[in-house]
């Protein structure tokens, strides 16, 4: 019992959640070439479009962003740079789950994490549960950026990097196409999840 008290605290030592402000940079065009500067540092400005575009903070719910207040027009095409800047207290191994409507590639410190360009998002509506990544993240400030890509329902871009169960069920479910494992203690449906990303299941 000591030992299975003492695991899961360990595990939960590694709770970890990205903050809620974001900052958006948009329109801009969705074959824009990534150069390093834009994944690895927020850009005071750009130019899209043949206009000058600061970035601008948005609010996040739960980890959802709708974008279509910030991109005129309507249907599939319309792209956007987001930005999440955030700090890790400790050398601490957590999940990044990403979803979108309908594309998206994301960078973390300016290495690619996920990218879905190929086959769109899968899943709908798109949920922090759909293209998971399981990180090493160093003590210190980290910059996630996410070049986003609207489809033809809505705008929305979903990101989180967490342990949270709700999530961690849901991914679970989509897994294995079962419930059993579910009723397991959170620190036991953790350790499978990674055991399952390191193997049976997609991860990017």
């Given at each position: 019992?000591k030992?299975?008290?003492?695991?899961?605290?360990?595990?939960?030592?590694?709770?970890?959640?990205?903050?809620?402000?974001?900052?958006?940079?948009?329109?801009?065009?969705?074959?824009?070439?990534?150069?390093?500067?834009?994944?690895?540092?927020?850009?005071?400005?750009?130019?899209?479009?043949?206009?000058?575009?600061?970035?601008?903070?948005?609010?996040?719910?739960?980890?959802?962003?709708?974008?279509?207040?910030?991109?005129?027009?309507?249907?599939?095409?319309?792209?956007?740079?987001?930005?999440?800047?955030?700090?890790?207290?400790?050398?601490?191994?957590?999940?990044?789950?990403?979803?979108?409507?309908?594309?998206?590639?994301?960078?973390?410190?300016?290495?690619?994490?996920?990218?879905?360009?190929?086959?769109?998002?899968?899943?709908?509506?798109?949920?922090?549960?759909?293209?998971?990544?399981?990180?090493?993240?160093?003590?210190?400030?980290?910059?996630?950026?996410?070049?986003?890509t609207s489809?033809?329902?809505?705008?929305?871009?979903?990101?989180?990097?967490?342990?949270?169960?709700?999530?961690?069920?849901?991914?679970?479910?989509?897994?294995?196409?079962?419930?059993?494992?579910?009723?397991?203690?959170?620190?036991?449906?953790?350790?499978?999840?990674?055991?399952?990303?390191?193997?049976?299941?997609?991860?990017?």
């Amino acid at each position: 019992m000591k030992k299975k008290i003492e695991k899961e605290k360990s595990v939960n030592k590694a709770e970890f959640s990205l903050p809620a402000e974001w900052q958006v940079v948009g329109p801009v065009e969705k074959d824009r070439p990534l150069m390093p500067e834009l994944l690895t540092q927020i850009p005071e400005s750009l130019v899209a479009f043949g206009e000058k575009r600061a970035p601008q903070k948005v609010k996040a719910e739960s980890g959802r962003l709708d974008l279509g207040p910030l991109l005129p027009g309507s249907g599939l095409g319309r792209s956007a740079l987001v930005y999440i800047p955030f700090t890790s207290d400790c050398h601490q191994t957590v999940m990044f789950g990403f979803g979108a409507d309908w594309w998206l590639d994301a960078y973390l410190d300016g290495e690619r994490v996920v990218d879905t360009l190929a086959e769109g998002n899968l899943y709908c509506p798109p949920s922090v549960a759909d293209h998971l990544k399981i990180v090493a993240l160093e003590k210190g400030r980290h910059l996630l950026a996410i070049r986003f890509t609207s489809g033809i329902a809505s705008a929305v871009l979903c990101a989180a990097c967490s342990n949270d169960m709700d999530t961690l069920c849901v991914v679970l479910a989509r897994t294995l196409s079962t419930r059993a494992i579910l009723s397991l203690p959170s620190w036991q449906n953790r350790a499978l999840l990674q055991e399952l990303l390191g193997g049976k299941a997609k991860e990017y």
